[in-house]
């Protein structure tokens, strides 16, 4: 059986992406997404989130326990989707 396309052996060069084409590869495409998150000891809804080399921090607002230092999660979901 023939293997998926790992997604970062995919061809990069434009008219050869995958994106630009009609169909994917009938083999499929391999992806592995993963993201860490934690609390912050002492910070009652500060959360950090980390994946792809990126750091993400995630705060609720003052009415509801948070400190607001950072966006709340919902938006970000709401964000994130948007993209």
């Known amino acids: 059986m023939e293997q998926p396309l790992k ?3 995919a061809p ?3 008219g ?3 994106t630009d084409k009609p169909e994917l590869p009938t083999r499929g495409v391999l992806m592995e997404l993963r993201a860490d998150t934690e609390t912050i000891e002492g910070e009652s809804m500060l959360k950090v989130g ?3 080399g990126w750091t993400i921090y995630s705060d609720e607002s003052e009415r ?3 400190s607001a230092k950072y966006p709340p999660p919902m938006p970000m979901l709401a ?3 948007g993209f």
Do not use: F, M, Q
């Open 79 to 81: 964000t994130a989707i």
């Open 7 to 9: 997604w970062n052996e």
């Open 64 to 66: 509801i326990g948070g």
């Open 50 to 52: 980390r994946s792809a």
């Open 12 to 14: 990069t060069a434009p």
């Open 16 to 18: 050869e992406r995958i």
